[in-house]
């Protein structure tokens, strides 16, 4: 899959986010080996630090769905920002060394892997 295609489907994704108090909507599509595409977005709280990041919500969907290998995935942001810690280690943790396909919502992107962003992993 083009990296376009599953950015498209990212975007899609970033338009769900709940994002009330950052107003800053993540959008997460992560590319199964059965070539099945699970979304995620941020969800945030009222109590904010119970906000949960694109990303996780994205792996932990596939996981509780029965996907446990991927092929890439593709963020958006309103900026092309790259993902948090937390989401680095659980990247690192569940998908391994795939692409990333970091989006700007403008049609720009770069790609890179968790191993770039994370050299020195927990475990
Ligand atoms: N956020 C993500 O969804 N992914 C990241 O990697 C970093 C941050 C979300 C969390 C919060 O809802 C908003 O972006 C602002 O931090």
Request: hydrophobic share 40%.
């Amino acid at each position: 899959m083009e990296p376009q295609e599953l950015i498209s489907h990212a975007v899609i994704a970033q338009n769900r986010a709940a994002a009330t108090y950052s107003n800053y909507p993540v959008g997460a599509a992560l590319l199964t080996e059965e070539g099945e595409i699970i979304l995620g977005c941020n969800v945030e709280s009222k109590a904010y630090p119970t906000t949960l990041c694109a990303e996780r919500v994205a792996i932990f969907s596939a996981i509780a769905q029965g996907y446990v290998q991927f092929k890439a995935m593709a963020l958006v942001t309103k900026d092309g920002a790259y993902p948090c810690g937390s989401c680095r280690q659980i990247i690192h943790e569940y998908t391994g060394n795939i692409p990333l396909y970091i989006a700007d919502g403008n049609n720009g992107f770069s790609t890179c892997t968790v191993s770039k962003l994370l050299p020195y992993p927990f475990g």
